[in-house]
C-alpha cells in the first residue's frame, strides 16, 4: 500500500508526539508511525517518572543559567549548537506542553524537581506508571493530534527511510503483514534510542549487555540509529547511556526497578570489584558509575562498599531512598562488624578490600583524592565519607539501563547530520534516539523529557519552517 503525507513521524513517545502535534497545529498533514499496538502502548515516555527539567535545574529559568548547566554536567562535552537549542526552547516548549492540557506541578524545592507531571508517580517501588502524570501525557498528546486530524498509526513499525541523492522522501513500514510505503515531505526519527538492542549495546557500550538491567520499557531497539546509519547519518556519542546503579537482585525482583537506586550511598563510599578493588570515580555519580560497571568484563562483579554512618546518611537521600527500600523489597544486604567478615559474607578478597577502604579513608581525611587509584573528584554532589563505623555494608550492583544517550546526529535545527558533512535532506531526528546533547567523559545527563518536550517541539517548528519555504 503507498500512502503520502507532509510530514511522518516514527515513534509515539514525547518527542515524536510533540512534533506531530505541532506539526499538526501548522496545518500539516501528519502521520505518527508507532510500533506498539495497544491504546497504552508502552515507551520510556510513558514509564517516567515525570520530572521535566535541564542538566537539572529549572526548564522555565533563565536561558543563559540553563546553558551554563548543561555545559557544566558534560563538562562541555555537549554540541554548543544543541546546547543553545535546548537551553533557548526548553522554556516555550513546556509553555506548549501546558497548552496542550498535560497537567505539571512543582515536585520539589530543587532546580530539577520543579516541573513535574501530574498526578505524580507514587513513592514506592517498582513501576507504578498507569493514570499518573507520564501516562496521561501520553494519552492526551495522542488524543490532540487526532483531534487536529493527524494520523496515530499504532502498530505500525518503520523498517526503512527512503533517501534519494541525500533527501529522504518517505519511510517504508511494516503493519503486520503488510508493507506500507509512505511518502513525506519531511520525517522524524523518535524511536527512542537503542537500550534495548544487544548488539547495539555490545558495540558501542559493554562487553556483555545481557548483563544490564534493562531499566527502561523495552521499545528503544536502536531502529532510527540503524536507519539513519544506513542512509549515511552522522552518529555521535553512542558510547553513553543514562541510567542508575541498582541492586543486582533487580535483575530478577521486579519490585527492585526501576528503584529503588543504590548510587547515593554507594558513591558517598566506594564500590569495589570482585578483586576487591575500585575501578571508577565515584565522585562523578551513580549515572557515571552504571556506566563504568557497564563496561567491566563482569558488569556483574560491581559491590558497593559503605558503612554504617553512610547507610543512615546518603542512604537516606532521594525520594526512594536505598535506606530502608533496598531491604523492603528484599534486595542482598551484607552486613558484618568487621572488613573481614564483610569481604567473606560478600566473596571480596579481604586483604584487598582492607586496602582499599584504607585508601579511600586516608583520601577522605587529607582530601588528596587525586592519590587514589584510580582518582576520584572531590564533588560536593557526591561527597565522599570514611567508612569508619560498624557495621560495614556490601551490596552486590549491576548497571541499569534506562536510555542511550548518544545517536543520530542533528544540528540545531534537528535535522540529521551526514557523516561526510552537512545534512540529508528532508530528515530530521528528537528526543533520546538523537546524540550530542550528552554523555561525554564525565556521562553527563541533561534530562530525558527536558530533552524530548524541547527538541520534539522544536523539531516541528524548525519542519513546519522548512515546508513553508
Ligand atoms: C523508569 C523511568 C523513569 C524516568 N524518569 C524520568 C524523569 O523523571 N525525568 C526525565 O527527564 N526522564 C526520565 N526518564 C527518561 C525519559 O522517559 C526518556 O528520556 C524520554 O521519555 C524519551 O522520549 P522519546 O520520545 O525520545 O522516546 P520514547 O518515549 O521511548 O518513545 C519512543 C517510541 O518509539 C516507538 N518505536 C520504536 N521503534 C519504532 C519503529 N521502528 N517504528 C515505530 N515506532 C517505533 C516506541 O515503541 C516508543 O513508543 C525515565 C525513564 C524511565 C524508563
Redesign the pocket.
Known sequence: MSLSFDVVV???????LGCANRCAEQGLKVAL????AEER?????????????CAFEYILGDPAALRRAIDSQTRNYADPELAHAFASNGGAAVRWLEAQGVRLIKGGWQGGQRVMLAPPVPNRMG?NWPGRG?DTMVFRLGAKLLERGGNLMRG????EIIVENRRCTGVV?TRGDETLRIGARAVLL????FQANLDLLKKFISPAPERLLQ???K???G??LLMAEAAGARLRGTDRF?GHVQSIDALTNPALW?YPVVDHPMCAGITVNASGRRFADEGLGGVFMANAIAALEDPQGAVAVFDQRIWETAGKNGARPANALLEKGGASIHRSDSLQGLAERAGLQPEALAATVSAHNIAVETGRFEALDPPRGDNPANRAQVIMEAPFYAVPVCAGI??TMGGVGIDGQCRVQHKDGGVIEGLYA????TGGHEGGPAAGYT??????TTF?WHSGNCIGAALRQ
Not at 516514527?10 to 515524536?16: D, E
Not at 505500525?156 to 523498517?159: H, N, T
Open positions: 516514527v515513534g509515539g513517545g514525547l518527542a515524536g508511525l508507532e510500533r506498539g502502548y508502552h515507551c520510556n515516555s510513558r514509564f517516567s517518572m515525570g520530572f521535566v527539567n513501576l507520564a505500525v513499525a518503520a523498517r513500514a523518535a524511536d527512542g534510542g531499566r527502561n520499557a521499545t528503544g531497539k531502529d532510527g543514562y526501576p534506562t536510555y528528537a528526543g533520546s534516539t534530562g530525558g523529557l527536558g530533552k524530548a520534539g
